[in-house]
């Protein structure tokens, strides 16, 4: 017999897991399996026209193994306690997670995919790897409702202190506390490829070393080589640009 908690519970996940209309408040008619997939496969550049059959048939044939893995957040009620969006806000953002992944998850090659799509002059991946990794909290491979909705509620409407240590988690590549040289310059790499060798201004050849010293120069307070969250916390807080970047996405949605 379940428990009131569990009922609850499970009555929660189906709200959520139930599409959502925003204007009317009203679920409407549930699209097919067919449909959802066709969405989430126009998503893949590997499915779309031009594609070789054989990709395009193997995509379809996964369609049994995609909708054998169904995972189900946990209730609506937790999720409002755990982060600083609405119901609503939570069950148009499922709606919108839902269509881009029918599963319920998403692997780190999907995420790297879809990611791909927003910056087509250059190459993503790697800092779409970073990305995911500091979505995949339970370092677990993939990235449930969760993840995604908990790290997004720190974005875009967290306290200055959470975004600044969320951006310190996503520099330290290797969660051992500090970030190295090495880390940033991976990720500054990462982030001049992702925008492409065509941008305006161009870049010089220089552009991610010179910009690993300057972060260095004034985040490294005792000159010992690594940045702790400390010293990171203290110089950004005292830094009115950055500053005025972590508000840049206060009323996204």
Same mark, same amino acid.
């Given at each position: 017999m379940k428990s009131r908690s569990q009922e609850q519970s499970l009555s929660d996940s189906r709200e959520l897991d139930r599409s959502y209309d925003p204007l009317t408040g009203n679920p409407p008619s549930k699209p097919t399996k067919k449909t959802i997939k066709q969405r989430f496969l126009k998503l893949l550049p590997c499915c779309r026209s031009g594609s070789s059959p054989s990709v395009n048939q193997r995509s379809i044939a996964d369609d049994g193994e995609l909708s054998t893995v169904c995972y189900r957040p946990e209730g609506i009620d937790r999720l409002v306690e755990q982060t600083n969006f609405s119901k609503k806000e939570l069950k148009v953002l499922y709606r919108g997670f839902k269509n881009e992944c029918p599963s319920g998850v998403v692997n780190e090659e999907t995420f790297k995919n879809i990611y791909s799509q927003f910056f087509p002059q250059g190459d993503s991946s790697m800092y779409a790897h970073f990305l995911f990794e500091a979505f995949d909290t339970q370092n677990n491979g993939t990235v449930n409702f969760e993840d995604f909705v908990v790290s997004l509620s720190i974005i875009l409407r967290g306290s200055i202190t959470d975004k600044l240590n969320w951006a310190f988690n996503l520099y330290d590549l290797n969660k051992d506390g500090c +970030? $190295?040289? #090495? #880390?940033? $310059?991976? +990720?500054?790499?990462? +982030?001049? @490829?992702?925008?492409? *060798?065509? /941008?305006?201004? =161009?870049? *010089?050849?220089?552009?991610?070393?010179?910009? !690993? @010293?300057? &972060?260095?120069?004034?985040? @490294?307070? =005792? =000159?010992?080589?690594? !940045? /702790? +969250? #400390?010293? &990171?916390? #203290?110089?950004?807080q005292k830094d009115d640009n950055i500053m005025q970047s972590m508000h840049m996405f206060d009323n996204v949605i």
């Open positions: +970030i $190295t040289r #090495e #880390e940033m $310059t991976d +990720i500054m790499h990462s +982030i001049y @490829d992702m925008m492409g *060798k065509y /941008t305006y201004p =161009n870049m *010089k050849d220089s552009a991610a070393k010179d910009h !690993v @010293d300057s &972060f260095f120069q004034k985040m @490294d307070r =005792n =000159n010992d080589g690594v !940045v /702790t +969250i #400390e010293e &990171f916390l #203290e110089t950004c």
